[in-house]
């Protein structure tokens, strides 16, 4: 009876070795690349979707001014710095200038607040909107846009803290 279940365990175990893909030594261009969730988006567009798995396959195109690291810490992104005012009402970011866009535009402070329009709107109905959603979110939390500082800098005001 052990011998079987060594023969086993062993069977098992070298089956199971076989199936690891190991990584390239040089990175590979093109081909298709095939990644499976456990829920098919809903929609690709993050401005429309508040769903986890669009989420995470839009994380793949889609970038934001700082990242958030595993240990819950911001590291730089698009913007490659960023303060906030000691009141918390203020957040200045200081963006990256070797970004552009599929079409060959440069990324800059009115695309982040072209982005922030966008989804402001009533008409986008968009999840992430803060306007869709005036009795669960108050009012005082959405942001003014009171100053882009300049092409590569933009300043976002609040009415209050968001610390």
Known sequence: MKKNNLLVSGVAIALLASNVAYAEDKPVSGG?????VTTEPS???PHYSS??????VARNYIDSLIAKKADGTFAPWLATEWSISTDGKEYTYKLREDVV???GEKFDAAAVKANYDFVKKPETRSPRSRCSRP???P???R???SNWCCRRRIRVSWSRPRM
């Open 32 to 36: 298709a690349l095939r990644w499976g």
């Open 43 to 45: 929609c690709f567009d």
């Open 51 to 56: 769903q986890q798995a669009a989420f995470f």
């Open 101 to 103: 866009f599929h079409d």
């Open 135 to 137: 009795t669960i979110v």
């Open 139 to 141: 009012k005082w939390s």
């Open 143 to 145: 942001p003014m846009w």
